[in-house]
């Protein structure tokens, strides 16, 4: 079914043919794939202003962030890896090993920014609406990212869903990880992926025949 013409008098004006090239080039890295430059301090200051530019219901501002660069970075993977261990302890040591020197790793890009749902359960805005909210976050981010010719991933994962981990990571009681964003400079261009049939997956609403069985 064709989308209903809408009226000229209320068309938006012409897209910038610029930004929606960006979004269409727009590909997830590898945090491995992800190098030095990352973006410095007043990059990233704006880089999170543009992230929280996101539909917000009632103004709660159910997120924040936590930024690991530097030598934060390898501290805070030996700590992950050492609570992989300890929560671990019936694991195959082999198997056991290898998933602490992957949290070891964790944090090959320059920079990773975390951001945490922390919905306000005192609303009646449902708790699902502002996790929502945190998701806009991280890709927002990742948008923002890219239009100043940054690469970056949104992760989860381990570090992100264990209660220990949290801990680490500075969670508090009744926040979740909505994402581990990691940022640098790709090594090299990612390719392209298959995408979904965007028809497939879209249908317009009827009113049903009221005839009808």
Sequence with gaps: MPVPPSSPSARPSAPSDGWLDAMARRRSVPAAGLAEP?????TLQ?????????????MLAPWRFIVIGGEARGRLGALLAEAYRAGNPD???ERREKFAG???????APLAVVVVSRPNRETMIPVFEQELSAGAVCMNLLHAAHGFGFSGIW????????THAQRLL?????EKVAGIVHLGTAREAPGERPRPDVGERTAFWSAPDPAAP
Excluded at 46 to 58: G, I, K, N, Q, S
């Design 155 to 162: 992760v989860t994962g381990w570090a992100a869903t264990n």
């Design 38 to 42: 990352g973006p410095d301090e007043a």
């Design 102 to 108: 992957i949290m070891s790793r964790l944090f090959p």
């Design 46 to 58: 704006r880089m999170l202003e543009l992230a929280t530019r996101v539909p917000d219901h009632a």
């Design 91 to 93: 694991m195959a040591p």
């Design 170 to 174: 500075g969670l508090v009681e009744g």
